[in-house]
């Protein structure tokens, strides 16, 4: 409301159910709109976000929010112990040690978590006297293996490797192919070495999308997608 400037204007998407998608861009391209959007913690004042051809107001909030698991960029650092913190990804249901056990492992979390005092026990946080701070990197994998907790069929992730050192990254991205199968994947991100694994490539600028392609096809493009392929990796 009182906006100088829409966030999105001509704005058109369509990502295929099954698919990954990357969208990449400065920021303030509407990259976090889009999220927003997508997960109805606002409606669009012009044009329509659809789910299966149906406007999102169609559905009860809840229940489309059940149908969507999210990393968000800056995710809560729940003071519990890490099994319930990553069943909080489905929080009305009594955690499952198994399942969390294979979201951890998925989000790249089961080595440092198996090197804590307690393991899967361990209370994170300082908020309780025996409480174990994480770094940074550490929290963004327990939050998104919350994420791989959550039994839903459209997973949205939000600078899923910002925190996460070059090691790390290159081990979560080797096996993010099969952890994303079967679900409609949105990855928004930064870093295209993240964006390359994707189906396809959306390229955001001033609240619309200027480039689609495979990561091949958009650099042999020439375009804003492979300039800043190059100014990230140069010499690549």
């Not at 990954?20 to 391209?29: F, I, M």
């Not at 994170?124 to 839903?152: C, H, M, N, P, T």
């Not at 990254?169 to 930064?190: K, N, S, V």
Request: glycine share 10%; charged share 20%; net charge negative.
């Amino acid at each position: 409301p009182d906006g100088r400037s829409p966030a999105l204007e001509n704005f058109s998407l369509e990502i295929p159910a099954g698919h990954v998608a990357a969208v990449v861009g400065e920021n303030g391209a509407g990259k976090t709109t889009l999220l927003k959007l997508l997960c109805r913690f606002y409606d669009p004042s012009a044009g329509v976000v659809e789910l299966d051809g149906v406007d999102l107001r169609r559905f009860d909030p809840a229940e489309l929010r059940s149908r969507i698991a999210v990393l968000f960029q800056e995710p809560v650092h729940y003071h519990e112990i890490i099994t319930d913190n990553v069943a909080l990804g489905e929080a009305a249901a009594q955690a499952a040690p198994d399942r969390v056990a294979a979201a951890a492992e998925a989000a790249g979390a089961s080595g440092f978590i198996q090197r804590l005092p307690h393991g899967y026990d361990t209370l994170l946080g300082k908020w309780f006297a025996d409480g174990i701070e994480l770094s940074v990197g550490e929290w963004q994998r327990i939050a998104l293996a919350r994420a791989f907790y959550r039994r839903a069929g459209i997973l949205v992730l939000d600078e899923p490797t910002s925190a996460m050192d070059p090691w790390a990254e290159a081990d979560w991205l080797r096996r993010f192919r099969r952890l994303a199968q079967g679900r409609t994947t949105l990855i928004i991100t930064h870093r295209f070495a993240t964006a390359m694994h994707a189906d396809v490539i959306h390229v955001m600028s001033q609240g619309r999308i200027v480039e689609s392609g495979a990561h091949a096809a958009l650099l042999a493009r020439g375009g804003r997608y492979a300039a800043g392929w190059t100014a990230q990796h140069p010499g690549a």
